[in-house]
């Protein structure tokens, strides 16, 4: 029996906010098995960044546990966290955080040659993961030449440069158009299929669908943990039915 | 399906077969296939009301073909339709009723409603996912009906999203 990829056990973050306490995530127990592919959807100010900045340890939790692998993360020392992090997790941010005075190519090399991987793979790997997401032209660019979409695919083909076990991801299309947006779900698609696990925070249903479960997050509380589609019983018919929305 | 037909017979006089040919090579498979008696149903309406009328083609060896052909009457109501603004998203939605009027008789959980209406949304999604990879990447109007189908869906949760946060 392998254990949880993640496991939080009643994750609590609270801000405070001057004098008042302002409660983030109250009491979140999440399990993520092996391969898993999870989305996590809500409102905005419902704790769906704060639970997965956590899960990261880009945050500090206020309290409650921390499963990784079978390890006790939260307990861990940063520079701990950023070792397990390197070793074991792709993190996708919201805003990017690509490296400004280093080159696509670069940026995405660089944590797969961080964790000890030869310069031959760490390229071969770079070149395919840009070829997926249509950036190969855009390898010798600097970041600030690339048009917000493009850095987020930049992103994400750095997140999993190193084939993390864990890829974690804040609304990873956010800001792309649907051709983009149906390349990054082809890419997230075959990285599950390679048993990778995926957590991923979204607004966009087309990304949530593909998930083997849509975790819904309210006031920093999980309100609904289930499989898309799972639950709908629709009669037999061709596939144009779908189209037919109700008038 | 009428001004359909109108406009595809605005195009070129045509037999039923050919129309419901035509319409599965533009719309693809993102639309659902019109079966032929519908068609003739739809042609007969249509010839009573003066829009088109038929013309029975002699063919050696086989029943006559009936080839159909717009009238003017039937283009004018034709160009109506085209000019004419098209009705906006539906504001009423069935969901909505069931969600706040359900409750009211103790029948029902609003969250629980929300939450098995958005894995109903999400299934659907995930069809159009499907079909969408199952498309012709050179039928743009396929593509098209689905993305669109894609964005009101998109837009459903949101709004499922809104109904949680203020009535939960």
């Known amino acids: 029996m392998t254990s949880p990829v993640v496991d939080t056990v009643n994750l609590v973050k609270i801000y405070q906010d001057g004098e008042v306490p302002v409660p983030a995530v109250r009491g979140v127990d999440l399990r993520v098995e092996a391969g898993e592919f999870v989305a996590v959807m809500g409102p905005s100010g419902s704790g769906k960044s704060t639970l997965i900045h956590m899960i990261g340890g880009l945050e500090a939790r206020t309290s409650g546990e921390i499963w990784l692998d079978g390890q006790r993360a939260d307990m861990l020392k940063e520079s701990a966290w950023a070792l397990l992090r390197r070793k074991k997790i792709g993190f996708v941010f919201q805003f990017f955080n690509l490296v400004a005075n280093m080159t696509v190519a670069d940026n995405v090399e660089l944590p797969a040659l961080l964790a000890g991987v030869s310069a031959k793979e760490a390229r071969s790997r770079r070149e395919h993961l840009l070829g997926e997401l249509g950036l190969t032209a855009r390898a010798d660019a600097a970041p600030a030449q690339l048009a917000g979409g493009e850095q987020q695919r930049v992103a994400l083909a750095r997140a999993l440069a190193n084939k993390p076990s864990l890829l974690l991801a804040d609304e990873p299309t956010g800001n792309l158009d649907s051709r983009n947006t149906r390349d990054v779900l082809r890419l997230l698609g075959e990285v599950h299929r390679e048993g990778q696990a995926i957590v991923l925070v979204t607004h966009d249903a087309r990304v949530a669908s593909l998930a083997d479960r849509v975790v819904s997050l309210l006031d920093g509380q999980i309100v609904d943990d289930g499989g898309a589609g799972l639950a709908r019983r629709r009669p037999r018919g061709g596939p144009g039915d779908v189209i037919e929305l109700r008038g | ?168």
């Open chain 2, 1 to 168: 399906m009428r001004p359909m037909l109108l406009a595809l017979l605005a195009k070129e006089p045509a037999h039923g077969y050919e129309l419901k040919q035509a319409l599965e090579q533009i719309f693809g498979s993102a639309y659902p296939s019109p079966n032929i008696g519908q068609i003739y149903v739809t042609l007969g309406r249509l010839e009573k009301d003066g829009l088109v009328r038929v013309v029975d083609v002699e063919q050696s060896n086989r029943p006559n073909k009936k080839v159909y052909y717009l009238t003017a009457a039937g283009r004018e109501a034709l160009e109506t339709w085209v000019d004419e603004p098209t009705e906006g998203p539906r504001v009423r939605d069935e969901f909505f009723m069931k969600l706040v009027l359900a409750p009211m008789t103790g029948i029902a959980d609003r969250m629980a409603m929300i939450n098995r209406q958005r894995r109903h949304y999400l299934g659907l999604m995930r069809d159009l996912n499907e079909l969408a990879g199952r498309t012709d990447r050179d039928n743009r109007a396929a593509l098209l009906l689905i993305e669109g189908a894609m964005l009101h869906l998109q837009a459903d949760l949101d709004w499922l999203e809104r109904c949680q946060e203020e009535l939960s």
